[in-house]
């Protein structure tokens, strides 16, 4: 059972935080992680271990974020595709009005870290929702068929 934490320590553990993360060390401990790393080995491994002990609950968890940054993106874009108004969430995706979202994936890792760099820019006018079909018809052919409908 975890205890419970003051809203004082909270804040102290914040900015201690904060301070070694700046310092180029790791967040949790203050040691020096190895090149590349943002965490030492000790930390990074007690971090995957729990992680691999409580999956169903980091997981619930991770989606239950991704849902929250979603509906913010959806409430400033719109609930459903630019194209052609399909509004089942389901069938909605992201997409980059002149391209360059393969090269941003692969840097931002997750759909969360994509969805945060969207709010963090002020929800940019480069980025557009589009339903699954139109997205990929823009990818592969350059165009949606919905547009050269009569």
């Known amino acids: ?3 419970k934490v003051s809203d004082t320590e909270k804040a102290r553990m914040r ?3 904060s301070a070694f993360k700046a ?7 203050g040691k020096q992680p190895q090149a590349g790393m943002i965490m030492c080995t000790d930390c990074n491994e007690k971090r995957l ?3 691999e ?3 169903a609950r980091s997981n619930a968890s991770a989606r239950a974020l991704r849902e929250k940054l979603w509906d913010r993106v959806l409430v400033a874009y719109g609930p459903y595709c630019s194209c052609c108004s399909e509004a089942r969430r389901e069938f909605l995706t992201v997409d980059h009005v002149n391209g360059g979202g393969r090269a941003e994936r692969a840097l931002l890792r ?10 963090k820019d002020s929800f940019p006018p480069t980025i557009r929702i589009l339903c699954m079909n ?5 990818g592969v052919r350059g165009y949606c ?3 050269k409908e009569p």
């Open 1 to 3: 059972m975890m205890r």
């Open 15 to 17: 900015e201690r935080y």
């Open 23 to 29: 310092a180029g060390l790791c967040p949790q401990c």
């Open 49 to 51: 271990a729990w992680h």
């Open 53 to 55: 002990r409580n999956r």
């Open 110 to 119: 997750t759909t969360a870290m994509m969805l945060r760099k969207i709010i």
């Open 134 to 138: 139109c997205n990929l018809s823009y």
């Open 145 to 147: 068929p919905h547009q």
